[in-house]
Structure formats: structure tokens, C-alpha cells
């Protein structure tokens, strides 16, 4: 299994950025996936997850600016983000597997003000 995030990058305060999540022998639809994200000197702290019904668990800090999409016809897991602000700088992760067995590299935000 891998999964390779892409779509990182550096963005002003209010910007927006789409995460993109492609994975390799393993199939998205269906499946538990996840976005973390870890800030320097920080814990890997979860940004949402998607089960295998396509339910959602938003983190209380990116609610309503985040969206998590799957793209069964390309098996990618999307992440859109949405009115970045700096306290979202940090690298994200792609995760999935129930009990997140399987993780990506990480890619990097940088939200400056």
C-alpha cells in the first residue's frame, strides 16, 4: 500500500489551498481514510476522517473551511482548504486503514499572515 499527498504548498492568510491523496493498491471508496497534520515542535493531530459509509469527523479548528472529498473513479482523497490561516501551517498527512495502519510522506503548508 501507498499513499502519496500532493497539492502543498505556501499561501497567504485567507488563500486556499486542495490537498490531494493518491493511493496504490488500496481502494479509497469504501474505506476509513484520514487527514493529519503535524506542526513543528507539535503532536500529529487529526484534521478529519471519512469511514467507509462516507461519514465525517471534522476537527472543532477546521470545520466549516475544511472539506474532505474521495474521488472513487481516480482513488484519491481530497482535502479543500479554505480560509488558511497561520495556526494551519504544519505538514499534512494522508492516513488510512481502520486503526490508520497506512500512512503517506506528508506534505507541507505554509500559511503566512
Known amino acids: 500500500v501507498e499513499l502519496r499527498e500532493s497539492g502543498g504548498g505556501s499561501v497567504q492568510a485567507g488563500g486556499s489551498l486542495t490537498l490531494s491523496c493518491t493511493a496504490s493498491?488500496?481502494?479509497?471508496?469504501?474505506?476509513?481514510m484520514a487527514w493529519f497534520r503535524q506542526a513543528p515542535g507539535g503532536e500529529r493531530d487529526l484534521v478529519v476522517r471519512?469511514?467507509?459509509?462516507?461519514?465525517?469527523t471534522y476537527a472543532p479548528r477546521v470545520k466549516d473551511r475544511f472539506t474532505v472529498a474521495k474521488d472513487s473513479a481516480k482513488n484519491i482523497l481530497y482535502l479543500q482548504m479554505g480560509s488558511l490561516l497561520p495556526e494551519d501551517t504544519a505538514t499534512y498527512y494522508c492516513a488510512a486503514g481502520y486503526g490508520w495502519p497506512y500512512w503517506g510522506q506528508g506534505t507541507q503548508v505554509t500559511v503566512s499572515s
Open positions: 471519512i469511514n467507509d459509509d462516507d461519514v465525517t
Open positions: 493498491d488500496f481502494t479509497v471508496s469504501n474505506s476509513y
